[in-house]
């Protein structure tokens, strides 16, 4: 499980480099350059919860296999490509992998190991094995494209997924939940349509399709409250730790990618650092979210996933401001380095603790559905921040005032989360037992 989230993160990374020699590859133009992006980007995010759900109805093990089935099936159709849309297709499959894997991958973890401190510790694996996927997608995929030219990102997939499919029969059980299989066949058409509407919308500044989407998110949340069977119940989506867990995960995954896409503008664009250095840029402060991955699990047991949560999301958005004031001095690399060695840190501790959040205090049956919901967020987050905040940067002339204002935006959406999550999270008190007057036992 966590060498197949290793491998998705390094996959991640390593497009990201190769995105614009693949589109000169198959003859896209700049502005259908955005699209190989988004192909990935709305089923990987409009699926999630769907799969979610049918992981826990028809298998865990079953969904994640499949997984990386068509997760092979896209690389090798994407590493073939000679036209855009075939590329297009590719990248539309290898979201739908995404969106089956995730969650079955982290509800079979989570099922695997009892709440507590073995899952705490587990979550925090998998979180460093995700940031040490970055890391080695960001320090090897200037270099593998160099090398063996932009298909070869696509192609490095294929062996892990065999030996990960081979060896998944022999190491998991199957895991699914108990009772009666139902679908809520209304549920899922509204949400994952909803979804669709919605991030097409983000990516496209379409209004009109925007209003569709939250119609139709709308018609899904009436759905489940009076379905008998429902996709996501009312009843996971009222619990605290579940929403605010959502709600932080929503903004540590749409803040951070997009603070890391607007210094690689600021990098490539303002300095002038070609793609391998900017990975090593990158790569080199990746270290410390390998480090806070493996310790976040022993931190959460220590001090509370509340506090580590709280305090990792403004370690995030607190290391995010010194790069609202670099210029283009001698000193502003050595300044941006620390802070992405701290935010990082801050950024990988909020995950796992996110993570152990929104899954505690829920039976086995509901984890595919929770981490389907954590998944979502993810992936949502994900594909809204980069061009909500390189919108706004673009509203400037000058690009580097418009990188500024962008991560401003940044940092005051972080920490004002930070606070909300504090207080969402915050234990509720108990009335006490009043206690009797002299009157009443009296009269008793």
Known sequence: MLGAGFMLSVDFSILNVSLPEAGTGVGLDSTGLPWITASFALPAAGLTLLCGRLADLFGRRRMFLSAMVVLIAGSVLGGLAADPETLLTARVLQGLATAMATPAALSLLTTTFAEGTARERVLGLNGALQSAGFTVGALLGGALV?????????????????????????????????????????????VTGGLLAVIYAVLEANVLVAVVGVLLLAAFWMIELRSPAPLASVRILARRTVKWGACAGLVIFAMEPAMIFLTTLYLQDVLGFGPLATGVIFGIPGLASVAAGLLAGRIIGRLGARMVLVASLAVQGAATLPLVFLGTGPAALAILILALFIGFFGHVAAIVAF???????????????????????????????IPILSALATTHSVQLTGIHLALSVDVAITLAAASLVWLGLRPRRTQPAATPTPLAVASR
Do not use: C
Not at 166 to 188: F, H, I, Q, W, Y
Not at 356 to 364: E, H, I, K, R
Not at 368 to 374: D, P, Q, W, Y
């Open 146 to 190: 160099s090398l063996l030219g932009w298909r070869a990102a696509f192609f490095v997939n294929v062996p892990v997924a065999l030996v990960i499919l081979v060896l998944t029969p022999r190491l998991m059980e199957e895991s699914r939940a108990g009772g009666k299989v139902r679908m809520d066949v209304p549920g899922a058409v509204t």
């Open 355 to 385: 993570t152990v959040t929104a899954t505690s205090g829920l039976p086995d049956r509901d984890q595919g559905l929770a981490t389907g919901i954590t998944s979502l967020t993810q992936q949502v987050g994900m594909t809204i921040g």
